[in-house]
T-cell receptor
Framework: NAGVTQTPKFRVLKTGQSMTLLCAQD?????MYWYRQDPGMGLRLIHY???????AKGEVPDGYNVSRLKKQNFLLGLESAAPSQTSVYFC?????????FGQGTRLTVV | GQQVMQIPQYQHVQEGEDFTTYCNSS?????IQWYKQRPGGHPVFLIQ?????EVKKQKRLTFQFGEAKKNSSLHITATQTTDVGTYFC????????????FGTGTRLTIIP
């Protein structure tokens, strides 16, 4: 099993460009999460999903959109990237207790 | 903002010394989880506590959940270089919501 896979691993965007981060899990987990990690800020929840076709806002949802059309995939979209969105993004999935994380995507917006 | 506060933000200890990180909430928690993130890595689940006053041990790591279920601690005895990393506490709401939010983390560095 691959677990939780994030693509891409690195990306540099210009301000105003759009992109989609893909998270895929092969563990049949219901719950999926997107976080951003910035120095001194810990892991902040952007959006999450409790099942296929459902999404909910987290602590810092502005500037991001998500979709969960298939149970195994959770997409995070940036419609118009801003330098403030430079961060490391982590996806996680969970069945009941433990959350499993992907390897992260390092995004730089210039 | 963060509902769960974690202190200290950084901790530098000599190898062999003990280390403790604390997690505090203004509201009662249904559970508390702990994760470890090695430098350059991703968070990895360590444990979950659910009962008031609960204490669990994993080798040199001791986890506690406060009697009022508003605070928790992670204590490492006799630190080793392999303990380096950032330790996060996290709370998970239940009953269909399943929202998982993290504290700000404590970054532990070991002086050999």
């Amino acid at each position: 099993n691959a677990g939780v896979t994030q693509t891409p691993k690195f990306r540099v965007l210009k301000t105003g460009q759009s992109m989609t981060l893909l998270c895929a899990q092969d563990m049949n987990h219901e719950y999926m999460y997107w976080y951003r990690q910035d120095p001194g800020m810990g892991l902040r929840l952007i959006h999450y999903s409790v099942g296929e076709g459902t999404t909910a806002k987290g602590e810092v949802p502005d500037g991001y959109n998500v979709s969960r059309l298939k149970k195994q995939n959770f997409l995070l979209g940036l419609e118009s990237a801003a330098p403030s969105q430079t961060s490391v993004y982590f996806c996680a999935s969970s069945y009941s207790i433990e959350a499993f994380f992907g390897q992260g995507t390092r995004l730089t917006v210039v | 903002g963060q509902q769960v506060m974690q202190i200290p933000q950084y901790q530098h200890v000599q190898e062999g010394e003990d280390f403790t990180t604390y997690c505090n909430s203004s509201t009662t928690l249904s559970n508390i989880q702990w994760y470890k993130q090695r430098p350059g890595g991703h968070p990895v689940f360590l444990i979950q506590l659910v009962k008031s006053g609960e204490v669990k041990k994993q080798k040199r790591l001791t986890f506690q959940f406060g009697e009022a279920k508003k605070n928790s601690s992670l204590h490492i005895t006799a630190t080793q270089t392999t303990d380096v990393g950032t330790y996060f506490c996290a709370r998970k709401t239940n009953f269909g919501n399943e929202k998982l939010t993290f504290g700000t983390g404590t970054r532990l560095t070991i002086i050999p």
